[in-house]
């Protein structure tokens, strides 16, 4: 017996020792023990700034991000990652700061209420020419009625503007080879959004010695990124862009101002991680970083104040009785500053010098590791930061783990930072003005530059489940503030603001399921291999095994274009135009173009062999281009927006409906098998989207109105609980496969919380399918689908453009017919891996009054059971 | 960048190598293979969460202007 225990002992050791080291990789057989899938859902949330005496009525900025990964062994030494992210914003930013006495957040009112603020940068205010121009304020006249009375106001805020929603996708990849004490990675990727466009590529390496205490690491990786971003077409008139349409980087184009540049990043670093003892390692990294080329932020503006050295002080002794003075009896010298609000600008080289140390300890009687973190940067734009961070990593037992975190960040100001800038030159009065060359070379009011510190906390719970998933959820809470700066000297509290950040994500070790035993593998092979089901259709499948688990990921792309519809016939614009919008209203613009994306990760869980219970979040994202009516009026409003809309288009994006299904079994002979599904879709996705506050002050007629709401289509959910009941029969024999469903959708609400529900949906489907080799399989469907038009309608303001904005331009009869391909991996490693594709070519179409056409859909789904 | 701060760099970059190699030799071979039982725990891994912590760094690099530049990697543009 004590022989055995001493076997054990030194055997778990010198497996303790083959396995893992913490950056200290053993490359052997065990490699393919590494591979996994994993998603992660996240969700950035800001809280709303202070924006001084104007109520903030803007919602802050909001982020939701996705994110799914696989790494896999194609040999015992070769691995391959990929990783796809794409994260959905929108919101109010600061696009500028300027003193409160310049009111730059313009307030908004609604019978006579004020209820917010649009976005006010250029104009005239009043200096203290006796105290460095800075701005006062009229708090009052004397008795008489007739002097002004000034005070100093050195208060400043942020003009704020609202984002519209914007969706950026990245993926990349990574492939990597291992030596026995070396291993190279060479990876790259793409990052996509509207505006900016960025490749890169890196190459890794490490090197392990002293019997394995030692390892060092190099990087170096490459950044090439485009700017292309509308300015602002609200904004245009009023912001000077005379530097950058000299320097050639901002250009006229069909849709607008553009700004079209280039910028580069070369990064490298160095590291070493050394053991030290059985219980503690440390890593000390040294990287540089050279940025060149285009590195501002095309939508922020740096407000600078124009004083006229020669101006006579106008509001000086206006009685002659040498009277005008401060509350305090202070004589005043007050005269006029012109604000004048320019693109920002920053130099186009940075050098940048990160030095970073991390320490990780292990407290044996805890079983928990403390990691603690330095990092410190430099660069030659003057910004100095520090950044402390610690982690404790805690083991709970079941496979539970919780880590709570601290860190704190503290930066000095670039060289180039100002809140505003004060120039004591006359400001010019013409439009073609050289204003800009009166500025210093570089100039940026961004926070981000700002001499400030951050606060920020949080936990981290991690459960890992047998069969090799694991799920973690997390939680942070993060506050800047320039008190919060190292030594102080911050920025002041105007820029403050704080965020918290939520995430949850599924890790699934593949290697670990497929260890599972052999009976396992033969279940995957029968099930799949019996029925493949295309790509679009849902619920086709059933685990039939208790306690069995299926983790999969569906996406779905749709696209319309090619003209519009009444009924099954094309129409002309002049049609729309006078009959698209109702018997009243004109129609001024139509769609061009639609896009939806959706992610949906599905999963499924069997409690016994004849129930499946299946939880279905979903992440979408949209964007539609329009066009101008021909013969469409002219005139009044619609002359300013409608190059508007049609110049910037529309996005939106985030999260959207979550579906909560059960599966049951209700006949299955081993070629035939009847499944009903009962579900519903909870309304988590958003369908209050609102435009931003479209027009600025250069629209006085129009100033500070709301673009109301987003149509119908562009909204994330349905805002309604639906229920949605189907019923699938499938069939095989021999190389042969069929199947039929008929599904539908029912509103269980009349309407949403903004007025209005979606049509009910019934769709029915019938396909055949044949196994071309004995892991792949093709598919052919035909579907017909029944969609109602709009119930009710938005319960508040929509700017009525054209027939999107109007309900009964929604919902018809679709047909469609499918072509599919369905390929599964009957052994090894990636066993029970079942990949599909199905593309939906559109044979019919018979809409509700006038929608655009429909170009097709494509459906991808992998599915993982096990 | 001046002159003085490149030095400080590269006299902290010294400090650092020989500080590790010195360590290195002076534990060449204190903590045997059967001894990094605890080192090879997960909660011991030098990126221990490794999922999470990419989304944060990606967080604070969009916030912060010294972030980042730790990781040869590159990525996108997070300028809202």
Known sequence: ?????????????????????????????????????????SHYQEGKRNIGDVPNSKNPIEVDTIQGGAK??????????????????????????????????????TNGVITGASPLITGRINVDKNNNYSPVQQAGVESNGIIPIYQNNNQLVHTLSVASPETRKQGDFKLGYEWDEAGLDVGGGLSVENDYESRFGNVGGYFDFNQKLTRLNLGLSYTNSDTNALIDYDAQTYIDKNAYMASGQLNSTQN???????????????????????????????????????????????????????QPPDLINPLGDGRNFFGDGTPANIVN????????????????????????????????????????????????????????????????????????????????????????QKASSNSNNTDYQKLPDNYSSDQRLSAYGALSGGISISKKFAKGVTLDTGFEYYTHAGSLKMGGGGEADYANFSYYVANASLKVNLSALGHISGSSEHSHHEHLHS??????????????????????????????????????????DKTIV???????????????????????????????????????????????????????????????????????????????????????????????RINLTLGATAPTGDVALLMRHTMGQSMSAVKGIDGGFYDYGMQLGSGTWDFKPSATYTGHFDEWSWGTQVNGTKRLENKNSSGYALGDVIQSTAWGSYSLLHWLSSSVRGVYTYQGAIKGEFNAPIDKMGPIDYPKNYGGQYWDVGFGINAFVPSGNLVGNNLSFEWLQPVGTQVNGYQLNRDGALSATWSYMF | MNNQNLGLYKRIIKLIFILAISHTLINCTSVQPWQRRNLAKPQMALDSASMINELRSHNYGSREAGSGGNSASGGGCGCY
């Open chain 1, 337 to 424: 500053a012109d604000v004048k609000a320019f693109l920002e600008k920053r130099p186009d080289l940075r050098n940048q010098v990160n030095l970073g140390s991390r320490y990780v300890h292990y407290l044996s009687f805890l079983d928990a590791a403390l990691h603690l973190d330095y990092h410190f940067s430099n660069d030659d734009w003057g910004i100095k930061a520090h950044t402390f961070e610690g982690d404790w990593v805690q083991p709970i037992g079941s496979g539970w783990t919780v880590t709570p975190r601290i860190r704190y960040y503290s930066q000095d100001a670039a060289d180039f930072y100002k809140p505003y800038l004060v120039i004591n």
């Open chain 1, 72 to 109: 896999t062994s194609l040999s015992d030494r070769v691995k391959f990652t990929f990783k796809y992210t794409q994260d959905t914003w929108s919101g109010a930013t600061p696009i500028t700061t300027a003193p409160l006495t310049f009111l730059g957040n313009n307030p908004i009112q």
């Open chain 1, 531 to 572: 029925s493949p089901i295309p790509a679009g259709v849902m619920f086709g499948h059933m685990m039939e095994k208790t306690g069995e688990f299926m983790v999969g990921y569906r996406y779905m792309y749709n696209t319309e274009g090619g003209g519009m519809l009444h009924g099954a016939n094309s129409i002309a």
């Open chain 1, 256 to 310: 607008g101002l553009r700004m079209q540049s280039n910028r580069q990043d070369w990064g490298s670093n160095i590291g070493l991680t050394q053991v030290l003892t059985e219980n503690s390692l440390i890593q000390g990294t040294v990287g540089y970083t050279r940025s060149t080329g285009y590195m501002a932020n095309p939508y922020k503006v740096m407000e600078a104040l124009f004083v006229d050295p020669n």
């Open chain 1, 578 to 672: 006078n009959q698209g919008c109702g018997t009243t209203d004109k129609c001024y613009l139509t769609a061009n173009g639609m896009n939806m994306h959706m992610h949906m990760l599905d999963l499924m869980y069997a409690p016994t062999d004849w129930l499946n219970l299946m939880l279905m979040p979903q992440f979408v994202d949209m964007n539609m281009s329009m066009r101008k009516l021909n013969d469409a009026p002219s005139g009044g409003m619609q002359n300013m927006m409608v190059p508007a809309m049609v110049n910037a288009g529309m996005n939106t994006g985030g999260v959207g409906d979550t579906g909560i299904y059960t599966l049951f079994k209700l006949f299955s002979t081993p070629n035939h």
């Open chain 1, 1 to 41: 017996m004590a022989v055995t225990k001493q076997k054990n002992l030194t055997l778990n050791a010198f497996t303790a020792a083959a396995l893992l080291l913490p950056g200290l990789v053993v490359p052997s057989a065990h490699a393919a023990d590494n591979d996994e899938m994993d998603f992660q859902y």
